[in-house]
Structure formats: structure tokens, C-alpha cells
Nanobody, 118 residues
Framework: QVQLVESGGGLVQAGGSLRLSCAAS????????SGWFRQAAGNPREMVAE???????YYTDSVKGRFTISRDNPKNTVYLQMNSLKREDTAVYYC????????????WGQGTQVTVSS
């Protein structure tokens, strides 16, 4: 129902910054919330940040004060600004959306690799 395309991943030194973008198409009017998730090697997937259609935000404790999720509705794009990156931020990052009436995320991007070097 919603197609998501991610961009912005890459290799960055510790202390640096990246901005991830997630462009949505399809039934975007039915999106209740958008989020960023990550899965590091050997670790389970975790939610990093979420923004609701009412602009309420959530961040996992490890990224508070460093990451910012935002949305540009006319462009149907969600961003994740990542500052002060640490080696432990290295992971595959996925964007996802949750539709109204659903208790789970039901659309996903393909993922983009973020690697933070020492």
C-alpha cells in the first residue's frame, strides 16, 4: 500500500553526521506514523525514532540528544538527522510506516547501511 525508498546511508567517521531520507509513495494519506529502525550485526532489530501524524516523537534512549526525526508532508518524506555518531550506531537502518487501524508497522523500505568508523 505504501512504497518506501531510502537514501543517505554511507561511511562516516565517529563524531560525524549523516541524514537519512525516506520517500513514500502510494497510499500516503493512510499513514498514522513513520519510524526508523536499525539492526546491527549480532543484535535484534530496534526502533530508533518515531513520528506520528500529529508530530509526537519517540526516541530510544541511546540516541536522545543526537538524532532527530522530522517530516516534510508536501514531499512525503521522513528524515533522520544523525549527529555525533558513534561506532555503536553502525547498523542497517530501515524506514517503516504504520497505517491507521493497524497496531504494527506494515510497510518497509529495503534498508540502508550506516557504518561509523573509529
Amino acid at each position: 500500500q505504501v512504497q518506501l525508498v531510502e537514501s543517505g546511508g554511507g561511511l562516516v567517521q565517529a563524531g560525524g553526521s549523516l541524514r537519512l531520507s525516506c520517500a513514500a509513495s502510494g497510499r500516503t494519506f493512510n499513514i498514522a506514523a513513520s519510524g526508523w529502525f536499525r539492526q546491527a550485526a549480532g543484535n535484534p532489530r530496534e526502533m530508533v525514532a518515531e513520528i506520528s501524524n500529529g508530530d509526537n516523537t519517540y526516541y530510544t534512549d541511546s540516541v536522545k540528544g543526537r538524532f532527530t526525526i522530522s517530516r516534510d508532508n508536501p514531499k512525503n518524506t521522513v528524515y533522520l538527522q544523525m549527529n555525533s555518531l558513534k561506532r555503536e550506531d553502525t547498523a542497517v537502518y530501515y524506514c517503516g510506516t504504520r497505517s491507521y487501524g493497524s497496531g504494527r508497522y506494515d510497510s518497509w523500505g529495503q534498508g540502508t547501511q550506516v557504518t561509523v568508523s573509529s
